[in-house]
């Protein structure tokens, strides 16, 4: 016990110095960064869903400006997603009729991003960097079905229309990379993954699916501060 606590406080030590090295490092060479975006979304999953939207961030570089930390602000606008599902006639399995179930729903995410530099850094004209991080998913959903005689077939969705907030925590990863156009202005593209670090099976009157993985694209304007 004795030794694990010794082993303990040793990497605290170390921990507490290296935290202190990098506040040192972030004095000398902090930079705010300010970004606004595009971003374009596709579910990699059989969702079928596809979406746009804009996007705003803030970085701090740290480390002699090979590195940043940043939040930002997602918004994806209001998509619908429509699909064909089948009621079976009761007490008859293979006589069917197929109706259509819709989702109308529009997301915002809320990112929180570590950015290496592996080629330039916050000041240099041509910049190539990775990105690692993890974020926040709220999806307000609205799920209808077009209607059916409920007497005749078995009624396993409702038709009316279902209200529902989706939420999941994803962590993400990715490749951007930025051309300076300006003293303090750059254009920047980038492309990760969104992965789903949650449990994401959802279940209402209506739907019963799993939120999908994500490939996002993102290009827009970066100005140093």
């Known amino acids: 016990m004795q030794r694990c606590i ?12 290296f935290l202190a090295l990098l506040c040192v490092c972030n004095v000398l060479h902090a930079q705010f960064r300010i970004a606004a975006h595009g971003s374009y979304i596709n579910g990699t999953t059989n969702t079928k869903f596809r979406d746009v939207g804009l ?23 209001p998509t619908t997603i429509n699909e064909d599902i089948y009621v079976y006639k009761k ?4 006589d069917s009729v197929k109706v259509n179930l819709q989702h109308q ?16 850094n916050t ?3 041509l910049n190539i ?14 799920s209808s079905m077009s209607s059916y005689d409920t007497s005749v077939y078995n009624a396993k969705y409702s038709a009316e229309i279902d209200k529902k907030t ?20 750059f254009l920047f593209g980038e492309i990760l993954g969104d992965f789903t670090a949650t449990k994401t099976r959802v279940r209402t009157s209506n739907a019963d699916f799993d939120l999908p993985n994500n490939l996002i694209i993102n ?3 970066r100005v140093n501060i």
Not at 6 to 17: A, H, P, Q, T
Not at 129 to 142: D, Q, T
Not at 169 to 177: H, N
């Open 6 to 17: 010794k082993v303990y406080m040793k990497s605290l030590k170390f921990s507490l110095l």
């Open 55 to 77: 996007g705003v961030s803030l970085e701090r570089s740290i480390i002699f400006d090979k590195m940043t930390f940043g939040l930002g602000l997602n918004y994806y606008f």
């Open 91 to 94: 007490n008859a399995v293979e």
């Open 105 to 120: 729903t529009f997301m915002v995410n809320i990112p929180a991003r570590l950015k290496l530099f592996l080629k330039g």
């Open 123 to 125: 000041e240099d004209d």
């Open 129 to 142: 960097y990775v990105i690692a991080g993890a974020g926040l998913w709220v999806a307000p959903n609205k």
């Open 166 to 185: 989706l939420t999941r925590i994803s962590i993400d990863a990715g490749l951007g990379i930025e051309r300076k156009l300006g003293a303090r202005v």
């Open 219 to 221: 290009a827009g304007l």
